[in-house]
């Protein structure tokens, strides 16, 4: 039966149409780029929309709002640029035959389509063109090809121009030599027939024989038929082919050779790429009015021995100016690295900048243009709309020398990442100017920081591979972070006294709005007493992970500083408690002091008992004596023979509780992995010990508890200093497991998993950090938080600061803690200092005053920063807020207006504050050693129209809030 054709097509039309409608829509890739190099053109926070291997759309990174659940890639701090093009990849040797014309051969032939070039990808190549060799006049015909991605869509040119030699590696070809078969003394073998070129001399002479015997032998077969008709000939077909087409790409190196070659090409007007071409600056002119693209061999590698040029006149003479005369002239090119020097290319091209060419045109000769030049410019070598989405990720700028290629992409895929330079904690900040606050201005200059510290600042730094690079420019300034003083950041309504060091576990939003306005330190306690509180010196944003610190790197300095309110205090005599807290404190300098004398005895007597023993030991072993029989305890032998018995099989009741326990805690993306002893007893109960993780320095957690059924509760007695309770509420799931959550107060809930891993019943012993000592090391003075804080400011490692109303008061407490051995005074909010400020410079004291404050002095009203600062006192700023910090930087530029030199605004927030409060070795100035602290300014910190880019804390870029 005849099917009904109509029918059927409704029928597969329908089909279709609903195989479309239920296939999901491509997912689009989004990738934000902090610069991206589009070709022509340098875009800044543009993301590149990517769909099915193509760029659909750049689009501008500010307020743009994404699909939800889009696919984002976030290279916001990070340089992107096109792929790179390599314009010639030899493929063999060219010596593919005898002949000298072997032009039907073709380079694609031996080309592996499914070879992995991970080296190539990894130095952001992605296409390549591939060269037959050279070897003779003619090798064959070349390709472009991509370098990764599906197979069967690697190849882009599979006919490409055919390539013709002008040069010394042509000359010379075997004779040719016909073998007749079968051979015999009647039918001998002919001697060779000897072929051209075999002299300079004759290289394009025999290039024009060639060209016009192939001319020749095309009109021929097309005009002649039967007998009359040449013989097919591939080769000459092939280069006729070539010829008719306008694919022709001749390599030529020398001048002479290159105006021979221009005039023939002239002659004959013919359409060629040039390459090669190391003389071409001798042929300016007529390279120029040929206008023919150019294939520019840069002069020479970077890798292998060097070459000699010697005094001949046969060297070839290779510039690095060539390139920008060439641009000069207007001549197109591209660049193709020397042999063997593949892996070089971006810093090769980068040199040609040395000679005069623009950065932006030496990175074009080897992507937009270079593309162009191998005849696929329209679809890659740009990140344009409609282009492939071929791109590098890099770490700075395309051509500097210590930039890296973190990523490849082909076709929109990640082809290459190198995980080892993406994970490195390495940056590198460049600017006009660096205010380090310790030394003079660096003009110029670049500051490395690694492993959260500065590692090198100066006018040239190292680039450890991978670093991440922000160059912000030469109006920029960079400063060190700014200090808040004084205030109650990260400290909550209603927080008790003693848990203060242990409020920070993770940064909060109020902090990350701190951080992003430039404050990365903040002192941080309750309001001063006449007893003193003690302040804690914490980051504004996490800056270690989870594993190499609890608390993430918050917490800089535990209580350091001592805040008094002495504002009601008799001008005759001082609070007792206030004279109390100075005495215990000089009482625990002075523990300190014989301790720090006993433990280095101990340490002596240590690595004397250790010398001693090695010397016995070598001694020992010199006699060739055994060692010495050590005679076993009575105890010892009894267990021994208690062991030989033979072992008593008891019934014992299944207990699934008793034994060692390995958990998990998750919270999040992140989870933190414990040990816990338990014990079951009688009634059900369970006693135990919770084990800190390994390499953290905490006290065992003592546990108790409750077993009914199979449901566990169990309660940790943590420190207690820590305003919250632990309690872990599971249900047995096996012989040796257990899950539930562990309950957090009342205000989390965590997931809990546990695995027994030892059935023993164990041993439940506490241990603590001061019981922790092996071989009788002396254990260090213990004192309250206040004391503590005292100890370390008459130490030098802290600060006092005083809150006085008095004049009178102010000097008796000043000489009180002078007296004492404290060397940082600060007076805080003291208005009238001008009264006593001779004694205050004298002795180093300072004076925190909120930003903006002013005083009446005469019959005018001031600002205070400005006219203590003109008496010759040292400030610092305080905002005596939380969150509200953020506004400390932008209330300074009031007193800045009202008359206060910036040099000394900046230094009350940075390198005065750090000194007067005790925490100078690690924050407050710009030098190797201490905190990655740094802020990058459009401009001057303190002008209103200049914008704050960039906020490091440890080396770690501080989000913006749109990230």
Request: with cysteine; hydrophobic share 40%; glycine share 10%.
């Given at each position: ?657 008793s034994g060692q326990w390995e958990f998990t805690i998750t919270f999040g993306p992140r989870s933190q992995k414990g040990t816990m002893l338990l014990r079951l007893e009688d009634g059900g109960k369970i006693s135990g010990v919770a084990k800190p993780p390994a390499g953290v320095s905490a006290d065992d957690a003592p546990i108790t508890g409750q077993l009914d059924g199979k449901d566990v509760t169990l309660q940790l007695q943590s420190n207690p200093n820590v305003p919250f309770k632990l309690t872990i509420k599971a249900t047995l799931t096996g012989e040796d497991s257990m899950s539930g959550e562990v309950l957090v107060g009342n205000r989390f809930r965590l997931k809990f998993e546990a695995t027994r891993t030892e059935r023993s019943v164990p041993e439940i012993k506490i241990e603590y ?194 990230e």
């Amino acid at each position: 039966m005849r099917p009904h054709l109509p029918l059927t097509c409704a029928l597969v039309l329908a089909g279709a149409l609903a195989a479309a409608q239920q296939a999901p829509p491509p997912q689009d890739t989004y990738v934000r780029a902090g610069v991206l190099y589009t070709g022509p053109e340098v875009l800044e926070d543009v993301v590149i929309q990517v769909r099915e291997g193509k760029v659909v759309a750049l689009l501008s990174g500010e307020g743009l709002e994404l699909p939800p659940g889009a696919k984002v890639v976030d290279h916001s701090q990070r340089v992107v640029a096109p792929g790179f093009v390599l314009t010639e990849w030899t493929v063999g040797s060219g010596k593919r035959a005898e002949e000298t014309l072997s032009a039907r051969f073709r380079a694609l032939d031996e080309w592996d389509p499914y070879e992995d070039h991970a080296r190539l990808l990894a130095r952001g190549i992605t296409t390549a063109y591939l060269h037959p060799g050279y070897g003779r006049l003619a090798t064959g015909e070349g390709a472009v090809v991509k370098l990764a991605g599906p197979a069967e869509a690697r190849v882009l040119r599979e006919r490409a121009e055919l390539c013709l030699s002008a040069g010394e590696r042509a000359l010379g070809p075997p004779p040719q030599v016909k073998i007749p078969f079968p051979s015999s003394s009647d039918v001998p073998i002919e001697p060779g027939k000897l072929q051209r070129p075999g002299s300079r001399s004759s290289l394009v002479p025999e290039l024009a024989a060639q060209l016009r015997a192939a001319l020749a032998y095309d009109l021929a077969r097309k005009q002649q038929g039967g007998g009359a008709r040449p013989a097919l000939d591939l080769d000459l077909q092939a280069l006729a082919n070539a010829v008719l087409k306008g694919q022709l790409r001749i390599d030529a190196r020398r001048a002479g050779t290159l105006r021979a070659l221009l005039t023939l090409l002239r002659e004959l007007d013919l359409s060629v790429t040039l390459s090669g071409v190391t003389e071409a600056h001798r042929v300016l002119g007529p390279l120029a009015e040929l206008g023919a693209p150019v294939v520019f061999e840069l002069p020479h590698g970077l890798r292998g021995r060097p070459r000699d040029l010697g005094e001949g006149q046969d060297r070839i003479e290779a510039r690095w100016s060539t390139p920008a005369r060439l641009a000069r002239a207007g001549v197109r090119f591209a660049f193709a690295p020397p042999s063997g020097s593949a892996l070089d290319l971006r810093l090769l091209a980068g040199l040609s900048v040395r000679g005069g060419l623009s950065p932006r045109q030496a990175l074009a000769a080897i992507t937009y243009r270079a593309a162009e030049v191998i005849g696929v410019g329209k679809q890659i070598g740009r990140i344009a709309p409609g282009f492939d989405a071929d791109f590098v990720v890099l770490s700075g700028a395309p051509l500097a020398t210590a930039t890296d290629v973190l990523e490849t992409w082909v076709a929109g895929e990640q082809v290459y990442t190198s995980d080892e330079l993406t994970d490195t904690q390495a940056v590198v900040v460049r600017a006009g100017k660096i205010v380090t606050g310790a030394g003079p201005v660096i003009h110029d200059g670049a500051i490395l920081i690694q492993d959260g510290a500065i590692a090198a600042i100066g006018t040239s730094v190292p680039h450890p591979r991978g670093a991440r690079v922000i160059d912000a420019g030469p109006d920029a300034v960079v400063t060190p972070g700014f200090i808040d003083a004084y205030g109650s950041l990260g400290r909550g309504q209603g927080r008790a006294k003693s848990s203060m060091k242990h409020a920070f576990a993770a940064e909060r939003e109020s902090m990350l709005r701190v951080a992003r306005a430039g404050v990365t330190t903040a002192l941080s306690g309750d309001r001063p007493s006449s007893a003193g509180a003690p302040l804690i010196a914490l980051k504004t944003a996490e800056n270690q992970p989870l594993s190499a610190d609890l608390r993430r790197g918050l917490v800089l300095r535990e209580e350091s500083v001592l805040a008094f309110d002495l504002t009601r205090a008799d001008p005759v005599k001082l609070p007792s408690s206030f004279l109390g807290k100075i005495k215990a404190g000089m009482a625990h300098a002075k523990a300190w002091a014989q301790h720090r004398k006993k433990l280095e005895a101990f340490k002596q007597a240590q690595a004397k008992k250790k010398e001693s023993e090695r010397a016995a030991d070598l001694k020992r072993r010199s006699a060739r004596q055994p060692a010495p029989k050590v005679e076993k305890k009575k105890e010892e032998q009894k267990e021994e023979k208690k062991d030989d018995e033979p072992e008593r099989k008891e019934t014992k009741k299944f207990d699934p509780i008793s034994g060692q326990w390995e958990f998990t805690i998750t919270f999040g993306p992140r989870s933190q992995k414990g040990t816990m002893l338990l014990r079951l007893e009688d009634g059900g109960k369970i006693s135990g010990v919770a084990k800190p993780p390994a390499g953290v320095s905490a006290d065992d957690a003592p546990i108790t508890g409750q077993l009914d059924g199979k449901d566990v509760t169990l309660q940790l007695q943590s420190n207690p200093n820590v305003p919250f309770k632990l309690t872990i509420k599971a249900t047995l799931t096996g012989e040796d497991s257990m899950s539930g959550e562990v309950l957090v107060g009342n205000r989390f809930r965590l997931k809990f998993e546990a695995t027994r891993t030892e059935r023993s019943v164990p041993e439940i012993k506490i241990e603590y950090r001061r019981s922790k000592k092996k071989g009788g090391e002396p254990e260090p003075p213990q004192a309250t938080p206040g004391v503590e804080a005292m100890r370390r400011a008459i130490e030098g490692e802290g600060a006092v600061l005083v809150q006085v109303a008095h004049p009178r008061v102010a000097l008796e407490a000043l000489e009180t803690l002078r007296k004492a051995g404290v060397q940082q005074v600060v007076f805080i909010d003291f208005s009238d200092a001008d009264l006593v400020a001779e004694a205050l410079r004298e002795a180093g004291a300072g004076v925190l005053v909120s930003p903006g404050a002013t005083v009446k002095r005469g019959e005018r009203t001031v600002s205070l920063a400005a006219d203590l600062a003109g008496r010759g006192l040292r400030l610092i700023y305080a905002s005596r807020a939380a969150d509200g910090a953020a506004e400390l930087p932008l209330r300074a530029m009031l007193d800045v207006a009202d008359g206060l030199d910036p040099a000394q605004a900046l230094a009350a927030l940075t390198s005065d504050a750090a000194r007067l409060l005790g925490i100078g070795d690690r924050v407050g100035t710009l030098e190797v050693g201490k905190d990655g602290d740094l802020l990058v300014f459009s401009g001057a910190p303190f002008e209103a129209t200049s914008q704050l880019r960039h906020v490091l804390v440890r080396g770690r870029l501080v989000p913006t809030e749109e990230e």
